[in-house]
């Protein structure tokens, strides 16, 4: 048996996003990451059991938009899932009663095993845990039989998590913990027993350098694979950097005058560009451009990133400084 983790979706129309582009196509990008992650969970199927855990805020809203619910459960029905549970952690997005049953609306979707864990649910060695009970896990930890693993959507003091005031003191620390809610992908703290998925797609240009992920992890072992999908990377650069990157992108770019930065635009315009760009400035505005591939991302990243050695791909960088492999 082996557990596919999907960190934080929370797809929504993100119409900030959409000035000069299509209405959904942010969360076209956002379902597209959604269908590589069940199109890759209906092969592994092929050799292996498994299952699927949402690990909580798959809305971003807690009355998301008719068009958003739809887009999930078209998604849901687009490949064959059958024998593969799904399990969705409600996390701090779904803790009201109405965002709830939102969620239990997939639990309807024909063709589809979704269980919504609105409380403690334990299967096998691997306890689920939704934010509304997070401050009851460790009493309840303390008479549980036979849990190894925690997956939940909360965040562990002393364990990454930077709002103590908000988090779960990290007192068992013999259990393994994989964790939505916090949206960068983490997985440092005690000796690899703390693992934060990290959002399933970047969301805004918090998550500069962070590349679509989701995991692959055996309950037997413990051990795991961060598996990268296809998504747009959020990257933040000033006037003058040398653009020279391959891949979909999303790029800000910051500069001392709204002329400094036209200029700069201009600049761009003159090459075969294929990315969005977010310009601020003096007022805001955003330019869709086209680009050619080139084979230089690594660098690029070290420059605008929060920098370090780059070992395989695009590295992910917490707020903390420290690289994830």
Known sequence: MQWVLIGDNHFDLWPSFAVGRKPLERLQEQISVLKQALSLASKWRAKTKLGIVFMGDVFHRNNPHYAVLLAV???FQAYDLTGIPIYIIPGNHEESNYAQSVLQILEQVKG???TVTTEFTQKGNVLFVPFSE???LNEYLSKAKGVDFVFGHFGLN????PDENSGVPYVHKDVKYFLGHYHGAMDVFNDGKVVYTGSATPLAFDHVGQQASILRMSPKTGKYKRVYLDH??????AVGTALAVEGDYYLKVTGKTKH???DYVSELHNKPLMVRYDITGIDAQTIEVTRSQLPVVRELIKKVSTGGEQKT??????EFGKANQ
Do not use: C, M
């Open 158 to 161: 002393d364990a990454g998590w």
């Open 73 to 75: 459960i078209e998604a």
């Open 313 to 318: 791909g695009i590295h992910l960088w917490d």
């Open 134 to 136: 997070s401050q009851n």
């Open 112 to 114: 589809v095993d979704v």
């Open 260 to 262: 400094e930065i036209d």
């Open 232 to 237: 747009p990377v959020f990257l933040k650069v």
